[in-house]
């Protein structure tokens, strides 16, 4: 009998996990980089230098402001991850929390917390974000929170869903004829087993995240300057669009590269973690 | 007093058709170190029987009676205290070993759970008694399997684990829920000789469910037999097996496959099926099937009729089947 290929060699023979891991890597990599290394500094302005088409001294040109747009993107990267990351935690830990209640509990718990979830789900990221930034004023902390909330619904569903399946198996069942209590159960048996479905929706979810986190800025109601954002770039290029179209086009090929690179990391996750799938290749 | 002392135990569930009583009026009472079969169709209310006892009912379930373990009351008692019963007195084992295992953990550690839960053993210590009582079930290379996880072991593997698992507080019972219905015919007997060794040395009680009359014949010392979730007789194997009074019982023993049987001779049946439980007839559950059927049997609900020592049916034309023999 041969032995099956580990995962790692199955990933990378995945062609989507492959392309979506790559594109994934290189945003974690610029963001990084960023940190300690852009070209040029993407607070420098320098107006004389403005909407300089791209050129060797700046590749992908200047702004309106004359600041180099390829640093200014670089670090872009940054605040999408940040954004992503909280806002991803935020709603991964809460809506989880809420949505194994709900598997545990049955009843009237789960009719509350997913009538609630229901509820929060009605209202577009967008929407709570107008609300919070009317009563708190823009800012990068308004989108996350917005995002956030909005996050924590999609959560709730999907662990609820995968987490009363695995309630219904009789291992479970078998636990609980053990004498486990539900808290235990929910721990030890129930979270293990739907971790890779949490895992590729919270692949998912971060790259919807960083769209959300591009609209809010792109409204002014996330990201402020000078806070580098991807989303305000486009604002910024908007009224220079046909004086200067790569200011649109960096930024724009930003998002949708790494919005690109998740969703395909994501389904090559759904591919890979699937036991049954597994076997089969 | 007996350890184990079921009465008019009755479970109610609703249904997408309304009401239906899974479990109807079912009484019975074990010793310590006895053994009890449960035998019926599927739907039957055998399993329902089971799971009542351990109070894992599904939601929505209604259970009444009485269930005592040892003079305490079980029905009603709060799930913080059920979870100090279940596993720790009385103990389960299941249909499907592949399914009840948990596929992430290795089997040591789904062993040694149980002991640290109501043992209060630590880990090692737990892990170490893991390992012996694997080794108990005869599990082969018991030290290393309990590395093993459950989808490296084969299906009777699988079923020694739980079997291991079930053991492991040294339970007052242990309900065996068709333990080989999913094994290989040939390891079918070993499971169940394990088992009977097993539940021998620590002297508990058995109860065994199953479908199959075989394995009941040969495994246990008293059997109910269940039709429509009623017991429609119950008494000592022997007897039943030899003098079976309720109609249902000699068609389903008519119904065996028997090797003398010519080529091209057909296996009795019992014609029509098992009725759905949200329309029981109010009268014998068994009276649309029977062949004896009187219009009184649809009157209602036959009593239990002794038909020798502890040895009784719930049938009002007991007389007829009698002579039918």
Redesign the interface.
């Known amino acids: 009998m041969t032995h099956p290929p580990t995962l790692a060699a199955r990933a990378l023979r995945h062609p989507s996990f492959a392309i979506g891991g790559a594109l994934t890597l290189l945003l974690i990599l610029v963001a990084g980089v960023s940190l300690v290394w852009t070209p040029l500094s993407p607070y420098d302005i320098d107006v004389p230098g403005k909407l300089h088409p791209p050129s060797p001294g700046h590749w992908f040109g200047t702004d309106s402001l004359g600041r180099d747009v390829i640093s200014v993107a670089m670090a872009g990267a940054q605040n999408s991850i940040l954004v992503g990351v909280i806002a991803v935690g935020v709603g991964l830990s809460l809506g989880t929390a809420l949505g194994a209640v709900a598997a545990a509990r049955r009843g009237w718990t789960e009719e509350l917390i997913m009538r609630f979830t229901d509820f929060t789900f009605a209202f577009p990221a967008i929407l709570s974000a107008i609300m919070l930034s009317a009563a708190f004023g823009p800012g990068i902390v308004v989108s996350i929170v917005a995002i956030g909330i909005f996050n924590i619904p999609i959560f709730a569903r999907v662990t609820r869903a995968s987490a009363n399946a695995v309630w219904a198996r009789d291992f479970v069942t078998a636990a609980r004829a053990a004498g486990k209590g539900r808290l235990r159960i929910t721990l030890e048996h129930v979270l293990p087993n739907i971790l890779s479905a949490l895992t590729v929706q919270a692949t998912i979810q971060f790259a919807n995240a960083i769209l959300w986190e591009a609209a809010l800025s792109y409204l002014g109601l996330g990201t402020q300057p000078p806070q580098p954002s991807w989303g305000r770039m486009l604002n910024d290029a908007q009224t220079q669009i046909f004086q200067a179209p790569w200011l649109a086009l960096f930024p724009g090929a930003a998002i949708m590269l790494s919005v690109l690179g998740l969703n395909l990391m994501g389904d090559g996750l759904r591919d890979l973690l699937d036991p049954r799938l597994a076997r089969e290749r | 007093m007996a350890l184990l002392e079921v009465e008019n135990l009755t479970v109610r569930l609703r249904t997408a058709r309304g009401p239906a009583e899974a479990v109807r009026d079912v009484s019975f009472a074990l010793e310590r170190g006895g053994t009890l079969g449960l035998v019926g169709e599927s739907g039957s209310g055998k399993s329902m029987t089971a799971l009542a006892l ?1 109070g ?1 009912l599904p ?1 929505g379930a209604e259970p009444s009676g009485k269930i005592r373990l040892a003079g305490q009351e079980l029905l009603g008692l709060a ?2 205290e ?7 007195r009385i ?2 084992v ?3 070993p592949v ?7 290795s089997v040591g550690r789904q062993v040694a ?2 002991l640290i ?2 043992g209060g053993m630590d880990h090692a210590a737990a892990r170490a008694e893991a390992v012996r009582l694997l080794d108990r079930v005869r599990m082969p290379d018991a030290a290393q399997r309990a590395e093993a996880y459950p989808h490296q072991l084969s299906g009777g593997q699988r079923q020694r684990v ?1 079997i291991a ?2 053991l492991a507080c040294k339970p007052d019972i242990l309900i065996a829920d068709e333990p080989t219905t999913a094994l290989d015919v040939t390891i079918q007997r070993r499971i169940l000789d394990l088992i009977a060794e097993l539940v021998a040395e620590d002297s508990m009680a058995l109860i065994l469910i199953s479908h199959d009359l075989g394995v009941i014949a040969e495994n246990v010392e008293r059997m109910l037999v269940m039709y429509g979730g009623s017991v429609v007789e119950g008494g000592p194997t022997e007897e039943v097996f030899g003098r079976p009074a309720h109609p249902y019982t000699r068609a389903l023993l008519a119904a065996r496959p028997a090797l003398h049987l010519a080529r091209g001779v057909r296996l009795k049946t019992i014609p029509g099926s098992v009725p759905e439980l949200a329309d029981l007839p109010p009268g014998c559950p068994f009276g649309d099937r029977c062949t004896l059927v009187i219009p009184a049997c649809a009157a209602a609900r036959p009593r239990e009729e002794r038909v020798g020592a502890d040895h009784y049916a719930r049938c009002i034309r007991l007389d007829a089947a009698a002579v039918a023999r």
């Open positions: 351990i894992l939601d799930e913080s059920l979870c100090q019963i279940r596993g720790n103990a389960m299941f249909q499907e399914t009840a295992l948990n596929p992430l953990h759970e149980p839960l109501h739980t698992m079930a």
